[in-house]
Every structure is written in C-alpha cells, then in structure tokens.
C-alpha cells in the first residue's frame, strides 16, 4: 500500500505483463511453456493450447491466488475481473488469456467455498449470502486434489433444493439454468475427478460473468497447480541433474530444506508439527491429506502406515498413483524459482514467497549453486493480485456489499462490466484494500488472537466509516 496505494486498481494491473527473465530462464521456460500448453489442450483442444504457449512466450506470468473450485469466492472473481480489465486495457490478440493455476491442497471446508455455489439473494428486504453444496457434509474435511467428480444425481438434488428456497423465482430459474448448461453438460460429467470439472466449469462459468452478446475480453483457464508441477517434475526432474532433482534426493539439500524453511509459512514446521515435507501423502483408501516426513532415505505418515522411498522410482510411481502430491513449497520451488515464471498471488503468498525466496538463495549459496541463484534472485514474489475489490452489489437497504461473478450472472445488466472498468479506472488501491481488511484480519489471526470488536467489524462497516460508499459504484442491484 506504501509503494502503490495511490495507483488505481487498473494502473496497478497493467504491472501485470511486466516480467524479469535473464537467458536461464528463457532456456529453461519451453519446458513449463510446453507442459501447460499439453495440459490445457488435452482439455480445450490443440489450438487453444498453442495460443495459450504463444501468450506465456511474451507474457510469463499466471496467478496462483485462486483455490481450485468453482469461481464464487469474492477475493477469486475480483482478481480474475481485475486481470480481465488489464488484458481489455492492453488489448493484445496475444493476450487471449487469464491463466490461473489454482491450488487445490485445501480441504473442502476451506473458507473460498471450494465445495459448490456461493451468491447473495434478497430475503426480508435484505441481501444474503447463499451457498449450496454439490457434496454432502462427510466430504468437508477431504482435500480437492485427486476428489471424485459430482454426479448428476448430485446436481440435480442441488436443483431440487433451489426450487423449494422462498426468493426470487427469477434468480432460481437463472440457477437452474446454470446448473443445467455448465454443471450438467456430458464433457463435465464424464470428466475422471472434480479438479478436472472445475477446469472445464469454470471456463464456461465465466463466460456468464458477461452478458451476451458482451464477450469477455480474455477467456479464464483454471488449471490444476498440483497437477502442472507434477507434470514439470515427472519430465524433467527425477532423471535429470537439476536443482529439483538434488533437493528432492541429494542428502546433503535435506538439513538445508530444514535450516532455512522450517517455520516457514506455506513449507513446514517441526516445532508446530505443521506441513509436510515436500510432499502431502493420499494413501489408497484414505480420504485424508496426511503429513510426510523424512525419515532417513524414506518419507513416511505420522503413524508409519504409509511410506515412500526417496529415489526417483518410487517417487515417480507414487505420483502417477495420486499417492502423493507436491506441497506449496515444492509447487514454488519449481514454478517461481527453477522456472521463474511470474506469480501473482494473494496477500499471504507474496510474505511467505519473498520468505521462501530468501531461504532458497541461502540454501542455494551453501550449495555453491550459482547458476540456481542467478535465476532464483529475479524471481518476482511480491506481485499482489488478490483482495482488490472491484464489483460491488447494492442491497435493497441502500448498502453497499461486495459482490462475486455469480452475482454478475444473476443480477446483472448491459452496464455491469462497465461500471466494473470504470471503478478500476477510479478507484485507488488503498480505497479498494480498506473493506478487505475484515476478511485480511481472520486470515492473519487465528480465532484465539482476535480482538472480538475487531473481528466483528464488517466489510460494509469500513465502507461507511472511509465514506467510500461514493466512490464504489455498484455494477448489480440486488432484487
């Protein structure tokens, strides 16, 4: 906020395509340019594929904000708006896409609501948060890597549930409609997990964030993290003389990854007994994540039941067995610091990289790994995408409350992006961070450490009490 609060919110994203790279990492980026373009066209075709390598050619950097579930987090769908009104504003064929690689290590308890549909209605002369579940409640403690996709049956019992809520018929028509021409569409049925159908949905999803005939001025691609590093480390690291190679099986690199990242938000934590190293385990069977730990020339669960050896044989066979999965750390130490590809992130990620970022140089300068450091040292870790607020909704009451892309769907009109441009045009980065300060407060603090006056402030409160109410044109009314 020091170094950009003044900026508008759309002066601040055009920053977006600003890239450092240096001949390592442009020797070493056809290898994830090439992964990710093989993923998205087994999923979107093959010409989508090479438009969307011919963007990270010119444009390297995607954001890694997003949790992999459906686009109704408000935090998500307003980084994505944000990139959406950086990619109208450079108005570049090349820059076709807004590519997200979410993660999906996260349970499905977790606060984005990974586990189905969230939108405001209007009850009692007054807007509400509505969420409904694709899946039943025994599932909310399972993570979304590697989940079972939703069934029809499941689907069509959400259907069932909205047709008896008491608000507006037209906005559970508009629901139904939704549920029937994305969430039940044949390719997104047959599809082989629920990460896979959050690709597809949210692609067509976001589509519906702009009224027809209105196109979107890029098209959203929601992929898998987990999936593209495994990819990355499958190809190129377990039979190769990297860095990621000796990190994940150089015995000299383990008392390192332990100096320097033990503590260390987002890696791991002896004292806290919190994390995993290198890797979450999902052994056959079990519906839980579960910690691993190193324990010689073996990684193991903390009850002993499941365990891999480290050696490139074993590791690859796990990961192609979804017995295990990369954890953020590892994620980060492929993607921004081997690769050096860009990586937009939320509030947390660009402390906890830059920390990361430290950590890897220190490691890497006992290691004597220079070319590793060159590379490591442009890594751009403080680039904040997520927590700009951007569409607003107003409440019958006159109040102005956030809004999310499904709020777009469902309440919008021939105005609405807009308005979204013209409050990315107007409002300053200090103006739109003040009412994500509430939501900022729980995520920093745990329940024990907050101050309950403080935790009972609302987004809207900060609205009235910084007057931004005037500033923050709301893009949908609520009816």
Known sequence: MQKHGQKTLAQYASLYIDVNLNPPIHRRQDELISTIR????????????????????????VSTSDHHGPIVDFSFSNANLLAAVSHATHQDPDLAYIIVLACSSISFRNISFPRGLVYHVVQDGKSDIERVSFFPASARSCPVFNFRPYTRTEIEQVKTNLGKKQYNPMIKEKLAALLDEVYLQPEVLTCRSFTDQV????????????????QPPAELLSLEQETIVTQLILRYHLDQDTTIYHVLFDPDY???L??????????????????SYLFWALPPG???????????????????????????????????????FPTTLLDFFVLSFYYGLKCLGGFNQINYLTAMKGAYIKMNVDRMNYRSIEVCARAQTKEMSDGYLIAYGQAPDGGVVQANGIDMYLY??????????????????????????????????????????????????VIFHHGLQDKLKPCVRYA
């Open 38 to 61: 093989d993923d998205v066209a087994g999923r979107f075709g093959q010409t989508v594929g090479q438009q969307v390598a011919k963007q990270l050619e010119r444009y390297y950097f």
């Open 258 to 275: 332990k100096q320097y990242f033990d503590g260390i938000m987002g890696a791991f934590s002896t004292a806290d007994h919190s994390g």
């Open 199 to 214: 690709t597809l949905t949210n692609a067509a999803v976001w589509r519906r964030f702009f009224l027809s005939p209105l």
């Open 254 to 256: 383990e008392s390192l």
């Open 286 to 324: 079990s519906k839980y994540r579960q910690q691993l730990w190193k324990h010689g020339a073996v990684l193991s669960t903390d009850d002993g039941q499941y365990s891999v050896a480290m050696t490139p044989a074993a590791i690859r066979g796990a990961l192609e067995r979804k017995e295990i």
């Open 412 to 461: 919008g009109d021939a105005q609405t992006w807009g308005i979204v441009q013209e409050v990315a045009n107007t409002v300053t980065i200090n103006d739109s961070l003040y009412p994500a300060m509430p939501e900022f407060y729980r995520y920093v603090y745990t329940e024990v450490q907050r101050d309950p006056k403080l935790a009972a402030i609302t987004p809207e409160q």
